[in-house]
């Protein structure tokens, strides 16, 4: 069955430093895997997802993923956290067969302190 | 382009009544997922509907039903409500294309409606 892992559920940075988001996966077959951030009240906004190719994604809002098959992990990052960047992330994984359906980390909420 | 819309955003019911929730996908999505989050069991798959068919199912009860127009627009509906039930509940669209295979799209969601039962 898929899943994925997110160990920390918190994560502190102070502003302008570099930010890391850890996620692992377990899967059958090939991994499609997502980010999401919601915000206070809000639904869930893509960040970006690895369906194949370069190992280094890029997305929305200066964040970028790093696959690792390997690892089995997909981190976060963003070289440099605004305080903006506050909120809750959410790993997640597309589950088997022809379905829409991810499959949900916990969830870690982020905090960059000014 | 327009995205994924919720009906209502906020609702407020009593145990045993029922309840109809609303979202309308973005243009010519033709796939609507829905996610129940709460802060103990995170967020939860509810059911996935293409071509006004329920393709797949999570694991809740009976009482969670739902369905999807010819429009795309989908609706669910919650039976016999219990204070469990209180939550944020997600819409997400996907374009699915003609051949309705997904694996790769990106699922975008609604602001989601907040039901809170009393």
């Known amino acids: 069955a898929q899943s994925v892992a997110q160990p920390e559920d918190q994560v502190n940075v102070a502003e302008g430093n570099p930010l890391t988001v850890k996620c692992t996966y377990s899967?059958?077959?090939?991994?499609?895997l997502f980010w999401y951030v919601q915000y206070p009240n809000r639904g869930l906004q893509f960040l970006l997802k690895?369906?194949?190719?370069?190992?280094l994604v890029k997305g929305s809002y200066g964040f970028e993923a790093e696959f690792n098959k390997s690892q089995t992990s997909f981190h976060l990052k963003k070289p440099s956290a605004l305080v903006s960047d506050s909120a809750l992330y959410f790993c997640?994984?597309?589950?088997?067969?022809?379905?829409?359906?991810?499959?949900f980390g916990t969830g870690t909420r982020l905090q960059v302190f000014p | 382009k327009a995205g994924v819309t919720q009906t209502p955003r906020y609702l407020i019911k009593t145990r045993g009544q029922q309840v109809t929730l609303s979202c309308s996908p973005i243009?010519?999505?033709?796939?609507v997922s829905w996610y129940q989050q709460t802060p103990g069991q995170g967020l939860q798959f509810l059911f996935e509907?293409?071509?006004?068919?329920?393709?797949n199912k999570g694991n809740f009860p009976g009482r969670f039903s739902g369905r999807q127009f010819s429009n795309s627009r989908s609706e669910m509906n919650v039976s016999t409500l219990e204070l469990g039930d209180s939550a944020l509940y997600l819409c997400?669209?996907?374009?699915?294309?003609?051949?309705?295979?997904?694996?790769?799209?990106?699922?975008?969601f609604g602001p989601g409606t907040r039901l809170t039962v009393l």
């Open positions: 997400a669209s996907s374009l699915a294309g003609t051949s309705g295979r997904t694996s790769t799209d990106t699922q975008y």
């Open positions: 899967v059958s077959g090939n991994p499609y």
């Open positions: 690895y369906i194949t190719g370069d190992n």
């Open positions: 997640a994984v597309r589950d088997q067969g022809n379905t829409d359906k991810l499959i």
């Open positions: 243009s010519g999505h033709r796939s």
């Open positions: 509907y293409f071509s006004e068919t329920q393709r």
